[in-house]
């Protein structure tokens, strides 16, 4: 098992609790920034009041190279998380959040390869949103060993872990210990479900009933209430998950109408439907929460026949026919006619997508799982894995919030970029090829998108980018929720680089006040998924020839493009002796090509006449269709 030196957290009260070799008293240290400033309450040091305020010192740090024990004594001004960056010559090393008025040391294991010598210290606030100030009173340093070799890289299994039943323990592969593990996955879930007025977002209603509350716009949302039913059957918690159930159940789904089987996707704490609307990634946690529920807990009377209400909501959602203006009502069922998801089931909002509701593995758990359509699912299932790669930038791996179905971006200003949705989008792909493992394609895919993030600093990167890599102006934090799912893409890795990631999710101080519920969500997801707690609790018969075979669902899924990049020529392999409607599409949707072709006798495109840049070439038979991204030169 590998062994590695980790960036852990200890919380202290007071003084170093041992001899240090350096301890700097932050009064000592230049202010600089806005509004940063010396204070004598609540003890003698410095204040950051805003984005840019910071400390500084040189300091003569005469052990160098090794690992250090770093600590740093603070406090909030309230009870909302306040977090200061340290940097060592520019290069941040490490953040420290405080979330209580209450002076607290944090200790962190920092990994300090420079020589030893003068080396410029800086306390530094950058992730400020207005809703705390930081105060700072002490920073010390204590050498504790050598850096150790560096770790080898991760090993995937053979086989995914549907048919092993062996869900990988990242965290365990990692160095820490089960008790560290258990410890760990268990105050995260006490905190949001049952913790203080500024950490939890699990109340409940009534004797029976619970919701998970949206916090900064203090609503309920399918998105959450679906999270927090996967928790808890995740983490074995009926009582909880029944509660959740119910409360959507009852105040949630539309029981009659054309928007029948489909749930609202806000309402109130009190349960009235603040928007008819459905957003369909809730749709997607709820019926694969249920078909775990059936399997971990047993099915009951009533609403509480997990599998039975999980079966339904597939019938209901998925009769209601398409397009969205040939219909009465204009709702539409929640897949289009290619298999895919759409973005919102009712009118204009049918005719595009959101990528991060592409859940290949959830699709093959209904394929497993589902009464009907377990051929219809399993095709989905493969349909998903496949946009998700033409969706994703062909350098950064990064996604746009919303999308048309052909992959390209809408023309919308917003929601062309990577941004809160988007970021969830690796985690759904390193799920599904550490289930199932059927598409190699889904292993680069996450180790694109965590280069990219490597290169922008682990502790640095921000939350919001243009899709080639351009942080978006204005986004300077790094949330907690795109830091976990960075984290998760970590089961899809062979790169060394993915334990610095499960580091940083490991040492992120869960986020507390007004902006804990997504942060905080997606935060138990990813630690559920990298403590091999978060399992794909199917029937029995989840046996490698219950599962349609890898890509079987998709005839044309054996066909490449050659070469790509081209300069004028593309050559496509693997067709067969039959007819293939061939078209290029711009990423904005835009047709250059339209044409058929013979599979045997003419299986080369000329891309002369187009302009420079990245195309999408769209084969179809009669059966079955694919896209591949083709960049000119």
Known sequence: MMKLILLTCLLLIGAPSFAVDFTVQTESMTCS???????????????????????????????????????????????????????????????????????TTIKKSIELAGAAGNHDLKLLMKTDNGASDIYLDWLAFTRTGNIPPPPAPPVIPARGAVYTGNYRNMFLEAGYTQNQIDTKVNSVFQQLFYGTADQKVYYEKGVDEAYILDVNNNDVRSEGQSYGMMIAVQMNKQTEFDKLWKFAKTNMQHQSGYREGYFA?????????????????????????????????????????????????????????????????????????????????????????????????????????????????????????????????????????????????????????????????????????????????????CMRIQSFFKTQGIYT?????????????????????????????????????????????????PTTGRYRYYDGMLQMLSMLHLSGQYKAWVSSNATATSIKSDRSANSLSNITVFPNPTFNTITLSGLKDEIYSIQVFNTLGVLYLDRTIDGVSNNTLSLEDLPKGTYLVKIKNNDSQTTIKVVKK
């Not at 003698?44 to 770093?70: K, R």
């Not at 998380?81 to 060592?88: E, F, G, H, P």
């Not at 009465?328 to 009118?347: E, H, L």
């Open 33 to 103: 920034g806005p509004y940063a400033g010396k204070i004598t309450n609540p003890f003698e040091g410095i204040a950051l009041y805003a984005n840019n305020d910071a400390g500084t010192i040189t300091q003569n740090i005469t052990n160098m190279p090794g690992v250090f024990d770093v600590e740093l004594r603070g406090a909030s001004n309230n009870n909302n998380n306040a977090t200061v960056s340290l940097l060592l010559d520019g290069t941040e090393i490490a953040t420290f959040t405080y979330n209580s008025t209450v002076a």
């Open 461 to 509: 990167y921000v939350t919001k980018y243009e899709l080639d890599g351009r942080p978006q102006s204005g986004s300077v934090d790094q949330a907690v929720s795109l830091m976990s799912c960075n984290a998760v893409g970590s089961l899809a890795s062979t790169d060394a680089v993915a334990w610095e990631f499960i580091k940083a999710l490991w040492d992120r101080e």
């Open 265 to 445: 996707w806000k309402c109130s704490a009190t349960g009235t439907k603040l928007d008819e609307n459905t957003a369909s990634d809730g749709e997607m946690y709820f019926v694969t929460a249920l078909y775990f529920a059936s399997v971990r807990f047993g099915d009951h009377g009533g609403i509480f026949n997990y599998r039975a209400e999980a079966d339904e909501i597939l019938t209901k959602i998925m009769n209601k026919g398409w397009p969205h203006n040939s219909i009465p009502g204009s709702v539409t069922n929640m897949f289009n006619p290619d298999k895919q998801i759409c973005f919102v089931p009712y009118a204009s909002s049918s005719e595009f997508t959101d990528p991060s509701y592409y859940l290949p593995g959830f699709l093959d758990v209904w394929a497993i799982m589902a009464k009907d359509k377990k051929d219809y699912w399993a095709d989905a299932a493969n349909v998903a894995r496949d946009f998700l790669q033409i969706v994703a930038h062909p350098k950064t791996g990064l996604t746009p919030d919303y999308s048309n179905y052909n992959g390209t971006v809408r023309g919308s200003s917003e929601t062309d970029k990577f941004s809160n949705d988007a970021m969830r989008v690796i985690m759904n792909v390193a799920s599904d090829y550490s289930w199932f493992k059927k598409d190699e394609r889904e292993k680069e895919l």
